[in-house]
C-alpha cells in the first residue's frame, strides 16, 4: 500500500537508531515493525520494583497488566496513589517512547480537560529513562498516573456513549493536530497503520495455505489495488491509532480515560475514525449502526468529508483484516502470551466474514463511486459533500 500524503520516505536510520541506549543494538530490519515481531524478556514484578525505586524513587505493591509488547504494571504507592510503571520491548527504539510522553504532555498542556494519564518524571527529571543496572540494565522504562474507570470493554455501550467515544476521539485529534511531528520517528513502520497496509503481506505468506489463507490474501490485495490510491489523497495528521475498548476507560455515560499512546503515528486522519469504529460494530444484524453512532459523535466535532466517509468501510475492513493477520502471526510464535494476544480474534473472523457479505456489490472503482450497498443504507448520505452521517443520534 502506498504512503499517505505527508508521508516522508523511509530511511533506514529512522526506525533503530545506531547508538543508543544499552540493550538496542540497532541490529534487524529497519523496514518491519520489530517490536512487534520479535520475542521480549520477561520483565519479573521483583526486577520491575527493584528498577522503579531505582528510577523513579517510587515503591509499593507492583501487580502484572496485560500489555501486548511491553511489561506493564500497576504500582500501588504509599497514600493512595496509582501508577502504571511501562518497561518497553527490550527492542523499541527509545525514541517511540520519547515521542508517546511528549504527546501526553502536550495534550496535558493544550487540552488539559482530556483524560489522559500524566507523565511522571524519573529521578533525573526526564519522562523517560533506561534502567541503568540490575537485570533490566537498559530497559526503557516511564511512569504514568493510573486512570480510574472501567475499560471498555466491560462496559455495555448505549448510543449515547458511542456519541460520546466519537466526540472524544475528534477532541484528542484536534489537540494532537497541534503537536510538532517533525519527529521522523512519528512516520516509522508500523503495522497497525492503515496507510502501510500492504507491510501485511509477508506475515500472510508465512501462513499455512488454507482457505482461511487465501481469503485474507485476497482482501490484502484488494485494499491494496484500490483502496490505498484513494486513501493517499486524504489529509493527514498525528493521530492515537488504537481508540479499542482496551485504551479506553468509561463508565455508562462518559468516557474517563485514553490510554495507550504507543502506536501514535502521522497517518490518514480517517483512520483514527475508522480504527475507532471497527470496534464498535454489532453481534446484531445491524453490523454497522453502533459504529455510525461513534462516527456521528467524531462527526458533529470534526467534520469528514465525502471522500473520508466512503473509506470508511473499507478502512473498517482494513483494521480487522490487520488485527486477523497480526495476532495470529503473533500467537503462533509467542505462545506464553497466546490467550491475550488471541483475545478478540474469533470476533474479528465473524466481523470480517459480515463485512465482506455486506460489501459484495461491485467495488467501487473511483473516489466517487457509490459506496458498498450496506454501506449506503447506514449511510444514506454519505456520498453528498455536507450532509452528516445518518442516525446522528446526539444524546
Ligand atoms: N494509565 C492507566 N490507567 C489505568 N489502566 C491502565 C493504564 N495504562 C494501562 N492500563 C491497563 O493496562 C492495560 C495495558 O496497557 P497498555 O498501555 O495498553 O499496554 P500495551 O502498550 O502493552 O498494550 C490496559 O488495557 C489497561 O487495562
Ligand atoms: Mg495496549
Not at 202 to 224: F, G, H, M, N, Y
Not at 249 to 274: K, P, Q
Not at 309 to 325: E, H, Q, T
Request: charged share 25%; net charge neutral.
Amino acid at each position: 500500500m502506498g504512503t499517505c500524503d505527508g508521508r516522508r520516505d523511509r530511511k533506514a536510520g529512522d526506525v533503530i537508531p545506531n547508538d543508543v541506549a544499552a540493550g538496542h543494538d540497532g541490529s534487524g530490519d529497519p523496514l518491519l515493525d520489530v517490536t512487534r515481531l520479535t520475542p521480549s524478556a520477561a520483565v519479573t514484578s521483583a526486577q520491575a520494583a527493584g528498577a522503579v525505586r531505582a528510577s523513579f524513587r517510587l515503591s509499593g505493591e507492583l501487580d502484572r497488566l496485560p500489555g501486548e509488547t511491553d511489561d506493564n504494571f500497576l504500582l500501588r504507592a504509599s497514600g493512595e496513589k496509582r501508577y502504571v510503571v511501562k518497561f518497553a520491548h527490550l527492542r523499541a527504539d527509545p525514541r517511540v517512547i520519547s515521542a508517546q510522553v511528549r504527546v501526553l504532555k502536550h495534550i496535558e498542556s493544550v487540552a488539559g480537560e482530556l483524560p489522559v494519564p500524566r507523565v511522571v518524571p524519573a529521578v533525573d527529571g526526564q519522562p523517560w529513562t533506561v534502567v541503568a543496572d540490575g537485570p533490566l540494565r537498559g530497559r526503557v522504562v516511564h511512569v504514568i498516573t493510573y486512570l480510574d474507570g472501567q475499560l471498555l470493554r466491560a462496559v455495555p455501550t448505549s448510543v449515547g456513549l458511542r456519541y460520546r467515544l466519537g466526540v472524544t476521539l475528534a477532541e484528542l485529534g484536534r489537540a494532537l493536530r497541534e503537536f510538532d511531528d517533525d519527529d521522523p520517528v512519528l512516520r516509522r513502520p508500523l503495522l497497525w497503520d492503515l496507510c502501510q497496509l500492504a507491510q501485511l503481506r509477508p506475515l500472510i505468506a508465512e501462513r499455512p495455505k488454507t482457505v482461511d489463507t487465501s481469503r485474507l490474501d485476497e482482501q490484502l490485495s484488494r485494499l491494496v489495488a484500490e483502496v490505498a490510491p484513494r486513501l493517499a489523497a486524504q489529509r493527514t495528521q498525528l493521530v492515537h491509532n488504537d481508540f479499542s475498548p482496551d485504551h479506553v476507560l468509561a463508565d455508562a455515560r462518559s468516557v474517563r480515560g485514553i490510554i495507550d499512546f504507543g502506536d501514535v503515528t502521522v497517518t490518514a486522519l480517517v483512520n483514527d475514525v475508522a480504527i475507532a469504529a471497527a470496534y464498535q460494530l454489532s453481534p446484531e444484524p445491524d453490523l454497522l449502526g453502533p459504529a455510525l453512532d461513534l462516527i456521528s459523535g467524531y462527526y458533529a466535532t470534526t467534520p469528514l468529508t465525502t471522500a473520508e466517509l466512503d473509506l470508511l468501510p473499507d478502512l473498517i475492513g482494513a483494521r480487522i483484516l490487520a488485527r486477523i493477520v497480526i495476532s495470529e502471526w503473533r500467537a503462533a510464535r509467542f505462545g506464553e502470551n497466546r490467550a491475550y494476544i488471541l483475545r478478540n480474534t474469533p470476533r474479528a473472523w465473524d466481523h470480517l466474514g459480515r463485512l465482506q457479505a455486506t460489501s459484495s456489490a461491485p467495488a467501487p472503482a473511483s473516489p466517487t463511486a457509490t459506496p458498498p450497498s450496506g454501506w449506503s443504507t447506514a449511510y444514506p448520505t454519505a456520498t453528498s459533500s455536507s450532509a452528516p452521517p445518518a442516525r446522528t443520534a446526539a444524546p
